[in-house]
């Protein structure tokens, strides 16, 4: 097989030069280009085989293998989910995403590649894992791929304490305080002993403008942990910003000691 390359208006067109024979044969090359785009199909010999094989590219039924993916969560609402499902498709212009349903602990939907018919449940699997790592939407607790018989399941964990605790500080980082204390809480609802869960969580409160319940947080911090300097200090200033300057010293002096 040859190929040869051209600029047309502007796009670079790919010529392909294949020997086929059979039907077989013209079905398994022209399925490995469907993905790629859009092709046009021309034959060169005796004008008997030309019509003959036009005719078996105009009658072959180009068949996509659709596989049920079960995503279990828990907590997702029905516009994250289908969203998080729509931007999966959009990565992977090769792939085919139908039939979406969303329900408070599960995403269901239908995937495949575009003109294959031998998908397999790891072949949908892999895309999937290789997209969570850039898009990690929310707290996934199994992820199945199945075709009749056949099933692929993968990435069967629980988030723990610590989990909780690194989302949080990664949405505080980028300003989504109120998204970062939700994920402190569930981080504490496992561990509430967790100290700097507690500071961390104060400090959310605290670039919200809720300084009474960010004290709070650090005076729970300080109970468990009173050798961490930052809840000392951090209660300070939310004491400053409420106009209670004598007890905000008081407090910056103890993180200094």
């Known amino acids: 097989m040859g190929s040869t390359r ?3 208006d502007g796009q670079i067109l790919q010529t392909a030069v294949m020997e086929v024979r059979s039907r077989e044969q013209l079905i398994q090359e022209l399925a490995k280009r469907i993905p790629s785009g859009r092709f046009t199909v021309v034959f060169e010999g005796t004008s008997e085989f030309r019509q003959i094989m036009q005719e078996l590219a105009q009658n072959t039924v180009w068949s996509t293998k659709m ?7 828990t907590g997702i609402d029905i516009y994250g989910g289908q969203e998080w499902v729509e931007e999966l498709a959009k990565v992977y212009a090769d792939m085919i995403v139908e039939n979406v349903n969303v329900s408070e602990n599960k995403i269901s939907f239908k995937a495949g590649f575009s003109g294959m018919d031998d998908t397999k449940p790891s072949d949908i699997a892999t895309r999937i894992e290789e997209y969570l790592t850039t898009n990690e939407a929310f707290q996934l607790t199994n992820i199945s791929v199945r075709f009749g018989h056949q099933e692929y399941e993968f990435r069967q964990y629980r988030y723990n304490a610590v989990d909780w605790y690194d989302k949080g500080n990664a949405l505080a980082g980028i300003g989504k305080y ?7 809480n569930k ?3 496992i561990n509430p002993n967790y100290a700097f869960a507690w500071t961390n969580k104060g400090n959310a ?5 809720k300084y009474q319940e960010a004290i709070q947080c650090f005076d729970k911090s300080i109970e468990l942990d009173p050798n961490l300097v930052e809840p000392w200090n951090n209660k300070g200033l939310s004491l400053d910003a409420l106009g209670r ?3 905000a010293i008081e407090y910056y002096n103890k993180a200094k000691d």
């Open 245 to 247: 300057h004598n007890e």
């Open 67 to 73: 596989l049920t993916v079960t995503v279990s969560t």
């Open 6 to 8: 051209e600029l047309v």
């Open 187 to 189: 981080g504490l609802e």
């Open 205 to 209: 409160l605290y670039y919200l403008g």
């Open 178 to 184: 109120q998204e970062a204390i939700e994920s402190y």
